[in-house]
């Protein structure tokens, strides 16, 4: 949908970009995953500072992109993305709706204040299949960086585990 008039507020820029997709986990919103810091508006123009969810993580062009591309199709011309460093994101920034909606797309949530720093995640994950804790490291990393893969004892399935950060 295509806005010819719109309206320059952040609680209508942020609503505009609910429709942005973490092109790594498609089931997110940016909005879900936490990453955006903040939108700025100086008159017409739109600066959207969004955050790496991990140095180097090579989503944040195809990010910058879509978002520069979803404001222009509703009507906002003058766009800039700036990917910000500090604060660091954390695990902690994904949305309560956004764990959700990890869980039912079988991707255990990292849970909420959870040590960080250690390699490996010491206590229980649950299972996003079965909600069992009886839980086993595969590997520390999943289908992408930011994930470990695990496998549940008790349904048997391997599921990814977003890692805290």
Same mark, same amino acid.
Request: charged share 25%.
């Given at each position: ?9 952040? @609680?209508?820029?942020?609503? #505009?970009? =609910? !429709? ?10 940016? @909005? ?6 903040? #939108? ?11 955050? /790496? *969810?991990? @140095? ?7 990010? +910058?992109?879509?978002? =520069?591309?979803?404001? &222009?199709?509703?009507?906002? %011309?003058?766009? &800039?993305? =700036? ?26 949530? /990292? !849970? ?8 490996? &995640?010491?206590? %229980? #994950? *649950?299972? /996003? !299949?079965?909600?069992?804790? &009886? ?8 289908? *992408? +960086? ?10 048997? =399935? ?6 805290? #950060?």
């Amino acid at each position: 949908m295509t806005s010819t008039n719109p309206i320059y507020s952040k @609680s209508e820029v942020y609503k #505009v970009l =609910e !429709q942005v997709r973490d092109p790594e986990i498609p089931v997110l919103s940016i @909005s879900d995953m936490g990453i955006i810091r903040d #939108v700025l508006i100086d008159e017409k123009k739109i600066n959207v500072e969004i955050m /790496p *969810t991990y @140095s180097g993580c090579p989503a944040m062009d195809t990010i +910058a992109a879509d978002i =520069e591309n979803t404001l &222009h199709v509703n009507g906002y %011309a003058d766009v &800039h993305v =700036e990917t910000v460093l500090t604060p660091a994101w954390s695990s902690d920034f994904i949305s309560d709706e956004g764990r959700l909606k990890l869980r039912e797309f079988g991707i255990a949530p /990292p !849970q909420k204040n959870a040590k960080r720093g250690s390699l490996f &995640h010491k206590e %229980a #994950v *649950t299972c /996003p !299949q079965c909600g069992s804790g &009886h839980t086993e490291l595969v590997s520390q990393f999943g289908s *992408t +960086a930011c994930k470990a893969l695990y496998k549940c004892e008790d349904c048997l =399935e391997p599921f990814d585990y977003f890692k805290c #950060v």
